[in-house]
């Protein structure tokens, strides 16, 4: 069986901020159409972490967007 869809309200305070602080840093390519790379070296970011955000993004919505640190809690 399947685990439930987690809600963006099922996220602690800085599961939340962590989840927001990402999606701004997606946003040009979400919202855009900036391609990934360009975005990525803008924030100085490795373009492979941005597409795993990407990933996750289009997975699980802004939930998918938290911490991979606390996921595995």
Do not use: F
């Not at 439930?4 to 855009?32: F, H, M, V, W």
């Not at 919505?61 to 606390?70: A, F, I, K, N, T």
């Amino acid at each position: 069986m399947s685990e439930p869809q987690r809600q963006l309200t099922d996220l602690g305070p800085a599961q939340c901020e962590q989840a927001l602080k990402r999606y701004s840093i997606l946003r040009p390519n979400l919202e855009d159409g900036v391609p990934l790379a360009r975005v990525a070296a803008a924030d100085g970011r490795p373009y492979r972490t941005l597409l795993c955000w990407l990933v996750d993004y289009r997975r699980d919505d802004l939930v998918g967007l938290r911490s991979s640190l606390l996921r595995r809690g």
